[in-house]
Nanobody, 124 residues
Framework: QVQLVESGGGLVQAGGSLRLSCAAS????????MGWFRQAPGKDRELVAA????????YYADSVKGRFTISRDNAKNAVYLQMNSLKPEDTAVYLC?????????????????WGQGTQVTVSS
């Protein structure tokens, strides 16, 4: 079993930055593909960014390309989402997710484990 705990959310003005963290426990992070999702009220859950176990491959939703960066530190069992140039439409609950996946695969579906989420609110 894998436990995921997010932190770093908050209220920020448009144009500002936040860095989300996800602490993983229960198995080595190096065995997991990782992703950040978000869910806004009345909208479907959306994959924002994902990273392979190898750290070489990443995925970004078109809406965040060039603004968000996903990274991981396997030694610290942590995954991060650096969010810059934030917009009001980025307001959502952000969830960390993990998947047992192949070394070079960036998981985009079928995640096995989920955190509880952290709220990000961007004011205009």
């Amino acid at each position: 079993q894998v436990q995921l705990v997010e932190s770093g959310g908050g209220l920020v003005q448009a144009g500002g930055s936040l860095r989300l963290s996800c602490a993983a426990s229960g198995r080595p992070l190096s065995s997991l593909g990782m992703g950040w999702f978000r869910q806004a009220p009345g909208k479907d859950r959306e994959l924002v960014a994902a990273i392979s176990r190898s750290e070489i491959r990443t995925y970004y939703a078109d809406s965040v390309k060039g603004r968000f960066t996903i990274s991981r530190d396997n030694a610290k069992n942590a995954v991060y989402l650096q969010m810059n140039s934030l917009k009001p439409e980025d307001t959502a609950v952000y969830l960390c997710a993990a998947k047992l996946s192949a070394f070079i695969v960036v998981p985009t579906t079928g995640y096995d484990y989920w955190g509880q989420g952290t709220q990000v609110t961007v004011s205009s």
